[in-house]
């Protein structure tokens, strides 16, 4: 079960701008666990989720025939690879619309735990109730979350949108 407080409609419209740029500029990230058909459905999936939706029901909407059996070197796809993804993308995309808006609306954001695990990570313990209210740093964060290549980078160490870190962003003085 996941916890979203602030997605809204605004928070969802700008969900939805920051995934037709990315489509549309060539920034899409394209899990390579998925098929070619899957990577075709996965888009339209995003879109519906993103308008309507959580990673719960994006969860449920991904058939396990949209996945491949290997990756690229012959190790077999993790069984939770469909939680995994929708997670971890449902909430980057959160996360981003987040960013935008505090930018735009001037607002405070905190981390917090949006879906429990079961092995909580020492630095997702010391990051949980980090609150970010300068607009540069805010800023540097919003320009790493929309280029995968830095995100995703070792050389990055954002612990924020790390794969089953459970963390995300709300805004500050909203409930958990």
């Known amino acids: 079960m996941t916890h979203f407080p602030d997605l809204d409609e605004q ?21 390579k666990s998925l098929t070619a058909t899957g990577m075709f ?11 309507t939706g ?21 190790r077999k796809i993790p069984s939770n690879i469909r939680e995994t993804l929708a997670f971890s993308d449902f909430n980057r995309y959160y ?24 092995h909580e990570r020492q630095q997702s313990k010391l990051l949980a109730t980090r609150v970010f209210f300068d607009n540069r740093e805010i ?5 790493i979350c ?12 954002l612990e924020l ?5 459970g963390l995300s962003l709300k805004f500050v003085g909203n409930p958990m």
Not at 101 to 113: G, M
Not at 139 to 143: F, V
Not at 146 to 157: G, H, M, N
């Open 11 to 31: 928070t969802r419209l700008v969900m939805l701008s920051e995934l037709d740029f990315d489509l549309r500029t060539g920034l899409f990230y394209e899990p």
């Open 41 to 51: 459905t996965y888009k339209r999936l995003l879109k519906e989720c993103f308008s």
């Open 54 to 74: 959580t990673p719960d029901t994006l969860q449920q909407k991904l058939l396990p025939s949209y996945f491949r059996e290997k990756d690229s070197i012959g």
């Open 95 to 118: 996360v981003r619309a987040l960013l935008v808006r505090a930018l735009s609306e001037n607002r405070k954001l905190c981390v917090y735990r949006a879906k429990q695990v079961m």
């Open 139 to 143: 800023g540097r964060l919003l320009e």
């Open 146 to 157: 929309r280029d995968y290549r830095k995100l995703f980078s070792p050389k990055v160490q």
């Open 161 to 165: 949108l790390k794969p089953n870190s």
